[in-house]
């Protein structure tokens, strides 16, 4: 069965915090996704990445940087939390035409 | 702006009964859509897809039906059970940029029994 893992459920941390989000899939997907999820907002595409190494911008990058250095693993990183990234972080995977497999999200918060 | 909007924030039903969950969209250049539904403390599972080259798919208890020229698809489970209880999240995208998913805001569907 699919498996995509978030290193943590909650997450609390200070203003100006370089902060780590940890995804793994270990379904050998080619395509991982990082999105956030805020009420009345639904998910929002943060970026995703194609390809060990490789990324793109999804519809609200700012403020966010991602790291794929093994095809299993997707890091999402804030370089200077703000309170208005506290918020639900979705990953999602998957292989070619077939649905986004999500993980249980990390619900941050930003003091 | 809000490409993909799901106008009714919640929708509650009785068991056995059908539960209509409606999306709107703007983008003509939509072609594939997907619903996800979603419990507390997990992540969103993917329920059903549809193309544009259709209008309707259907998997067990659950179809989805598209209106081209509306921009409208729906969601239709009958019989609605409580284990449906959760939020549906419509998405879209252009086929051949599937990586691309825009999300609605989502509809929290209460099934009471």
């Known amino acids: 069965d699919v498996k995509v893992t978030q290193s943590s459920r909650y997450l609390v941390k200070r203003t100006g915090e370089k902060v780590f989000l940890e995804c793994v899939q270990d379904?050998?997907?080619?395509?991982m996704f990082w999105y956030r999820q805020d009420p009345g907002l639904g998910l929002r595409l943060i970026y995703f990445?194609?390809?060990?190494?490789?990324?793109e911008k999804g519809d609200i990058p700012e403020g966010y940087s991602v790291s794929r250095e093994k095809k299993e693993r997707f890091s999402l990183i804030l370089e200077s939390a703000s309170t208005n990234q506290t918020s639900m972080y979705l990953c999602?995977?998957?292989?070619?035409?077939?649905?986004?497999?999500f993980g249980d999200g990390t619900r941050l918060s930003i003091l | 702006d809000q490409q993909v909007k799901q106008n009714s924030p919640s929708l509650s039903v009785q068991e056995g009964r059908i539960s209509i969950l409606n999306c709107d969209y703007t983008?003509?250049?939509?072609?594939?859509f997907l619903w996800y539904k979603k419990y507390p403390a997990e992540g969103p599972t993917f329920l059903i897809s549809?193309?544009?080259?259709?209008d309707k798919n259907e998997d067990g208890r659950f179809t989805v039906f598209l209106n081209k020229s509306a921009k409208h698809l729906s969601l239709h489970i009958v019989p609605s059970q409580p284990g449906d209880s959760a939020v549906y999240f419509c998405?879209?995208?252009?086929?051949?940029?599937?990586?691309?998913?825009?999300f609605g805001t989502g509809t929290r569907l209460q099934v009471f029994p």
């Open positions: 990445s194609y390809d060990v190494k490789m990324k």
């Open positions: 379904m050998d997907h080619e395509n």
């Open positions: 983008n003509s250049m939509f072609d594939y």
């Open positions: 998405a879209a995208s252009v086929w051949g940029n599937t990586d691309k998913l825009i």
């Open positions: 549809i193309s544009s080259i259709k």
């Open positions: 999602a995977s998957r292989q070619g035409s077939q649905p986004q497999h």
